[in-house]
């Protein structure tokens, strides 16, 4: 048996070129690219739970997406 390790965040590793880098770029940009992230992250989601329920209707699997996303925060 295999067992995964997460890497956890630690504050004290942030990468400081890459904090410059988003810094330097305009706010919307930066706004823009985390909306991007969330879509992947949102699809990933949707797919996982898609491949583990291929019966589910969209309004459930929509449903268990947002459950999913509520249980993270």
């Given amino acids: ?5 997460y890497q956890v965040f630690r504050p004290h590793t942030i990468d400081r070129e890459q ?3 988003l810094l330097s770029i305009p706010a919307s940009k ?3 690219v ?7 992250v949102v699809g990933m989601i949707r797919g996982r739970i898609r491949k583990t329920n291929p019966n ?3 309004n459930m699997l929509n449903l268990k ?3 999913e996303l509520a249980r993270v925060r």
């Fill in 65 to 67: 997406v947002l459950e």
């Fill in 30 to 32: 930066r706004v823009r």
């Fill in 19 to 21: 904090l410059k880098l």
């Fill in 56 to 58: 589910l209707s969209i």
């Fill in 1 to 5: 048996m295999k067992i995964m390790q």
């Fill in 34 to 40: 985390m909306l991007d992230a969330r879509e992947l």
